[in-house]
């Protein structure tokens, strides 16, 4: 059974883990494999969202935006009709990291210019620098940033507002009061421009291409309103079924318009063509909300749970799902919201650019929760097989990639990779030893794990040979007799005789060399004729022939008699 690393946990940092795995001796270089890896419990480069943080700390949150120049998370809000004791009404400014509420704007001005504290229905847009545009019950459209003691603030003449997007230019917001859609002055809430259509009150604004997409959930259509001529320039047909609204969104990058629609998501592109349909969360989950990010291409849907238990598949719970832009295929596994359910409101989402964090609003429970992204480790380099002596150093370093930074363990097989052990305290990002005998034949491999799951290098094979007695050095096995192999080359070769000590030694050598019995390699250094320089080099091999064996009164005498061959070719 393998032995599986635990996870780590941790926050997502935007980095990625870089550790390098070489396997390598004392003497000599650390080739190194292509990337890859034999595996893990997860694919390598999985993408995860896991909940990190959740945040109690700005009442029952409507509606939620990052802004991108302060980096602030600003909430709109209603009471908790729970606390009694405290109104959470307002626009609260939190850390996005941790939650701590920054500052508190509660007071707006009613429809006669009195100030008084005011719920937050809708975050429209942010304002150059820090603070927000926002819709509070039941016509005013509000500014204020963080640390205003109050919100400056109009009210649009005509019904209530049910639903905003920022406007064609940095001064207006567009409004809809249900079927009537208005371009509105931010300051005064004077109409500029106004249209009414057949039916809807939701819709999307696509900045880039200056339209607008106004949804009629009760007629399944939606309607394109050109706005340089403020004119409906097109009608597009949804599918039919209950009409239960959710959102409509439009993705900046590809102008892409995502309805959510009963329990899915209905995705046309720029020109309204239908591209396909998105579903999650469970069964009966309907989508609430949506978001997007350009740099990882995603879409990001939040589902709630109906909340009525006597319908089929209700369980109280909502998902997070994110979804490639491109092809609107799973970009991460969905993510459960425990109790986000749509009793007491819809809930909202915001991303931080890149996707590294998401937040997702849950009004029943008077919640904000943080999602952090985690990658699993892709391995960038395995280690290749590897030949040392005995009692020589080696090194084993890894390399792989993920978010949070992967931790890395060691591990070790005797039995050619069918079990595996971990190697003891070997938990950093180099392994070091002194290669011994019984490590022969084993096989190591790094396993790195994050908490978006684990993975594992492609094991190395160590070959250990016998070290030389005499000089620390390595040679190849021993054969019988206890002679090694050398190489000889040259065409004139070079005679042999035993040294004194009984060892081989080379005497006039022309390039080529012989194996010692004791494994090391002697050569001379005469020049070399014709057939030296593939001697050298070690690619022709001549063969020692003759030899004999004599004894005398004295004791052995190993005379050795070598009659060179011509290397041939």
């Given at each position: 059974?393998t ?5 780590t946990p941790?926050r ?7 550790l390098?795995?070489v ?11 292509a990337a890859g ?5 997860v694919?390598?480069?999985?993408v ?10 700005a009442?029952?949150?409507?509606d ?6 302060s980096k602030?998370?600003?909430v ?6 729970e606390t ?5 009404s307002?626009?609260?400014v ?9 500052s508190t704007?509660s007071q ?13 229905r809708q975050?429209?847009?942010p304002?150059p620098?820090?603070?927000?545009v926002?819709?509070?019950p039941?016509?005013?459209i509000?500014t204020?940033k963080?640390g205003?003691a109050a919100a400056?603030g109009?009210?649009?003449p005509g019904g ?5 997007a920022?406007g ?7 409004v ?10 931010i ?10 259509l057949?039916g809807g ?10 339209a607008v997409?106004?949804t009629d ?8 309103v ?9 009608t597009v047909?949804?599918?039919a079924?209950?009409?239960?609204a959710g959102?409509t969104e ?13 329990t899915?998501?209905v995705v046309?592109?720029?020109a309204?063509r239908?591209i396909?349909?998105v579903r ?9 909300a949506?978001g997007?990010d ?9 589902w709630?749970d ?7 598949g209700?369980d ?9 832009t491109?092809?609107?295929k ?6 459960v ?9 819809g809930?909202a989402?915001a991303?931080q650019?890149g996707?590294a964090?998401?937040?997702?609003s849950d ?5 904000i929760?943080?999602l952090?992204?985690?990658t699993s480790?892709g391995?960038t ?7 040392v002596?005995?009692?020589?150093e080696v ?11 992967p931790?890395?363990?060691w591990?070790?097989s005797?039995?050619?990779g069918r079990?595996?052990?971990?190697v ?18 084993r096989r190591?491999?790094?396993e790195?794990a994050?908490?978006?799951?684990v993975s594992?290098?492609?094991?190395a094979?160590?070959?250990v040979?016998?070290?030389d007695?005499?000089?620390?050095g ?5 054969t ?8 000889a080359g040259?065409?004139?070769g ?5 040294g004194?000590d ?8 022309a ?7 004791s494994g ?10 014709a ?5 050298s080099?070690g690619?022709a091999v001549a063969?020692?022939?003759g030899?004999a064996?004599?004894l005398t ?10 009659r060179?061959?011509?290397?041939t070719?």
């Open positions: 059974m032995p599986r690393h635990p996870l941790g997502a940092g935007t980095a990625s883990a870089a390098a795995l396997l390598a001796s004392a003497a000599a270089g650390s080739p190194v494999s890896g034999e595996g893990g419990d694919p390598q480069g999985t995860v969202y896991r909940t990190t943080a959740q945040f109690t700390t009442g029952r949150a409507r939620l935006l990052l802004h991108p120049d602030k998370l600003y709109g809000s209603d009471d908790l009709p009694t004791e405290a109104n959470e307002g626009l609260h939190l850390e996005p990291a941790d939650g701590k509420v920054r704007v707006a001005p009613g429809p006669t210019g009195t100030l008084g504290r005011r719920a937050v975050l429209v847009a304002l620098g820090d603070g927000a926002f819709v509070y039941l016509r005013g509000g204020a963080d205003d400056a109009a009210w649009v209530p507002v049910t639903d905003a920022p064609p230019s940095a001064s207006t917001v567009l809809a009061q249900g079927s009537v859609l208005s371009e509105v002055d300051a005064t809430a004077a109409v500029r421009r106004s249209l009414t057949e009150e939701r819709f999307a604004h696509d900045r880039t291409r200056g997409w106004f959930f009760g007629n399944r259509r939606m309607h394109r050109d706005l340089a001529s403020f004119t409906v320039a097109a047909e949804l599918p079924g209950e009409s239960l959102f439009v993705d900046p990058e590809t102008g892409a318009v995502w309805v959510g629609l009963d899915s998501v046309h592109d720029a309204g239908p396909g349909t999650g969360g469970a069964g009966s989950d309907m989508p609430r949506a997007f350009a740099a990882t291409h995603e879409a990001f849907v939040v709630q109906t909340g009525d238990t006597s319908q089929p209700s109280g719970d909502g998902a997070l799902t994110v979804h490639r491109r092809d609107l799973e970009a991460a596994g969905p993510v919201l425990p109790g986000n359910h749509a009793q007491l409101g809930a989402v991303v650019p996707g964090a998401v937040f997702v009004p029943a429970a008077g919640r929760t943080r952090e992204r985690s480790p391995i380099r395995s280690p290749e097989d590897r030949t002596a005995a009692g020589a090194a084993l370093t890894a390399q792989a990639e993920g978010t949070p930074a931790t890395v363990a591990q070790f005797t039995d050619a079990t595996w052990q971990a003891p305290g070997a938990a950093s990002a180099t392994y070091s030893f002194t290669a011994a005998a019984a490590d022969n034949g190591y491999r790094a790195f994050n908490a978006a799951g594992r290098t492609s094991p094979t160590l070959t040979t016998a070290a007695p005499a000089t620390g390595g040679g190849t096995p021993p019988t007799g206890g002679a090694t192999g050398g190489t040259g065409s004139g070079s005679a042999v005789s035993a004194t009984g060892s081989a030694a080379t005497a006039g050598g390039g080529g060399s012989v194996g010692g019995a090391t390699t002697v050569g001379g250094t005469g020049t070399t004729p057939g030296g320089a593939l001697a080099t690619t063969s020692l022939a030899g064996l004599g009164a004295a004791g052995w005498l190993l005379v050795r008699r070598t060179p061959r011509r290397t070719g």
